[in-house]
């Protein structure tokens, strides 16, 4: 390992590795990942990227009104039309680095519609297993980089931060502990899913960099904005839940009330295709109204070669479970899905701390507002990731006054799975979709203990790090959610 890198890029879902590529090759990248290069919420990704393949400016005009519509205003103009005027370049930039989206037989590229769409406007690779086919291509690339050094199953547990100026990081691999300095950081570590007892995140996704920014007074915004996606795979038996496209919906799904009725029509003239937030508090108010756990997702109507094809991820792993959906309604129910605020960027992707970049789920670029609309975010990976490695190779080159430090140390083996469960189960029942102030003064009061009793118990470990990251992120939703008194996007206070 060198003792100086250019930039160190902490997180290896799209947003850290379009940073990196998009690096030029005359300067020094560590890419660390928590676990395998592979494991990361992009790869999970279904439904597609949005965004315009050629210059158009009807098109691009009609993705922001869509995005400002579904973020209900609350988005930041500049910052949204960059994402949506870089899309044609970044996208094609995808296909140059192997991404091979969907084509017809003509090989024009197919486009589907998600919740808040106007147009068909997303692509999507491998029918519904978009994430992983992007990122099997650009892990390949980044494997052939000289440039580029990847250091695996290690965490990232602070920033080294000197006069506001971000210098290096401290991470963690097994029992080693080291100290690595960087002319520049970017944090793409991606959601905060974890914090839920359900969602449709990996269990890497504990809000790392949201918790590491916070420990280093760096800006933190809209953190009550948590998204929920109404189509996770309801599951009684053993509880796990995995995502059921919205793309399901866009491509004719309807849902249904467990008296196999249609309800949509009653909360937003565009049915299921209503923006995202709207149909996840729709579905909560069905269940609620019908004394139940969950809704149907219906597609039976639809052709069952056409489903097999275009799902093929998602008619698997029903079937896994007992359901046919070209026969049979799926069940399902909202779960967490994505963290729309995060650690402020400007429209370079930097923090409030000097030489401290964040991209991705983890940082709030301001493109998505009060709800993020569909397929947004892997366009935002790419747009500022972009512009992060521009900033990067428009920097001179410096030497470090520091010498990477290395320690062995004695690794405790605690794993604070209770700690993390009462966390999981405190944020499900207290900060769920719908809030109330007594739930939410409740939930304070039980994740700031927690935070006190950790830090009279520190233990070097990923478990300790994780559960202390999972705590710290919790407060700061929980204080957000607080502080915003009405309801707005995917914010809801029934108070
Ligand atoms: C989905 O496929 O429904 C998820 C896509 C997204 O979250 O943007």
């Known amino acids: 390992m060198e003792n100086y890198y250019d930039l160190i890029v902490i997180g290896s879902g799209l ?41 158009d400016d009807d098109a ?51 486009l589907t519609r998600e919740g808040g769409h106007s147009e068909r406007r997303i692509l999507h690779a491998g029918g519904d297993a978009t994430g992983k086919e992007i990122i099997n291509a650009l892990v390949k690339l980044v494997l052939l980089k000289k440039n580029i050094t990847i250091l695996e199953n290690t ?125 996840s508090q729709s579905i909560y108010r069905e269940m609620y109204d019908t004394w139940s756990d969950h809704v149907y997702l219906d597609v039976t109507h639809l052709e069952a070669n056409f489903i097999k094809k275009r799902f093929p991820t998602i008619y698997q792993r029903c079937l896994d479970y007992g359901i046919d959906m070209t026969k049979e309604y799926i069940p399902v129910a909202p779960v967490e899905h994505f963290s729309v605020g995060g650690i402020t960027v400007d429209l370079n992707g930097l923090t409030t701390i000097e030489n401290l970049y964040a991209n991705g789920e983890c940082c709030d670029s301001g493109v998505h507002g009060a709800n993020r609309l569909a397929s947004n975010s892997l366009l935002e990976c790419v747009v500022f990731g972009r512009r992060i490695a521009r ?28 700690i993390r469960n009462q966390i999981k189960e405190t944020m499900e029942r207290n900060v769920g979709i719908v809030r109330k102030e007594k739930n939410l003064v409740f939930a304070k009061n039980t994740v700031s203990k927690m935070i006190e009793d950790l830090k009279n118990d520190q233990k070097i470990s990923k478990a300790y790090y994780e559960v202390l990251n999972m705590a710290t992120v919790a407060l700061i939703i929980i204080n957000s959610a607080i502080n915003r008194k009405e309801s707005v996007g995917c914010h809801y206070r029934l108070d």
């Open 15 to 55: 947003a850290g590795l379009y940073t990196a590529l998009n690096v030029n090759h005359d300067k020094k990248v560590l890419l660390i990942s928590k676990d395998n290069i592979n494991i990361s919420n992009s790869s999970l990704a279904q439904g597609g990227i949005a965004g315009e393949l050629q210059n």
């Open 60 to 110: 691009y005009q009609k993705h922001i009104e869509d995005t400002l519509l579904a973020g209900a205003y609350l988005n930041n103009r500049h910052a949204l039309n960059t994402l949506v005027y870089e899309s044609s370049h970044n996208l094609n930039q995808l296909m140059g680095y192997g991404v091979n989206f969907d084509k017809d037989e003509e090989g024009n590229i197919l």
């Open 155 to 279: 965490m990232a547990i602070d920033l080294i931060v000197e006069k506001n100026r971000c210098v290096g990081v401290v991470v963690l691999t097994d029992d080693i502990h080291r100290k690595i300095y960087s002319r520049a950081t970017a944090l793409c570590t991606g959601g905060i899913g974890e914090l839920y007892k359900n969602s449709t995140n990996p269990s890497v996704a504990t809000g790392d960099g949201i918790a590491m920014a916070n420990r280093v007074e760096a800006d933190i915004n809209n953190m009550e904005f948590i998204q929920f996606h109404p189509t996770a795979f309801f599951n009684r038996i053993n509880g796990n839940k995995f995502l059921i496209s919205e793309a399901v919906r866009g491509e004719g799904g309807y849902l249904r009330n467990i008296e196999g009725q249609r309800f949509m029509n009653k909360y937003h003239h565009l049915l299921e295709l209503a923006p995202r937030d709207v149909v």
């Open 391 to 418: 900033c990067i190779n428009e920097m001179k080159k410096s030497k470090s006054i520091h010498k990477q430090e290395t320690t062995k140390i004695k690794k405790s083996n605690f794993n604070y799975q209770d």
